[in-house]
Nanobody
């Protein structure tokens, strides 16, 4: 079974940057598209970005396009989410999972907290 572990969250000031990592421990890693999702307090979990196994198809939610960059290193079984120009609206718990649709994604990680505040 695919296991995913997120890291890299933290407290950052508005306009700052963070890079999240999603590390996998499963030999069929190359089979899965990996999505980043987030959940703000009191809100539903939403999709942020997704990348297919070959990195040839990448998707972003309109709210992060131009500020966030997703990438993956299949040799390290890791997907990254570089987040720039962060705003307080980006605050939430960030999760990675196998799949691009929040209601169909599987093998959720435990999440990493991102807080954007001055």
């Amino acid at each position: 079974q695919l296991q995913l572990v997120e890291s890299g969250g933290g407290l950052v000031q508005p306009g700052g940057s963070l890079r999240l990592s999603c590390a996998a421990s499963e030999f069929t890693w190359d089979y899965w598209a990996i999505g980043w999702f987030r959940q703000a307090p009191g809100k539903e979990r939403e999709g942020v970005s997704c990348i297919n196994p070959s990195s040839s198809v990448i998707q972003y939610d309109h709210s992060v396009e131009g500020r966030f960059t997703i990438s993956r290193d299949n040799t390290k079984k890791t997907v990254y989410l570089q987040m720039n120009s962060l705003t307080p609206e980006d605050t939430g718990v960030y999760y990675c999972a196998a799949g691009c649709l929040v209601h169909r994604a599987r093998y959720w990680g435990q999440g990493t907290q991102v807080t954007v505040s001055s």
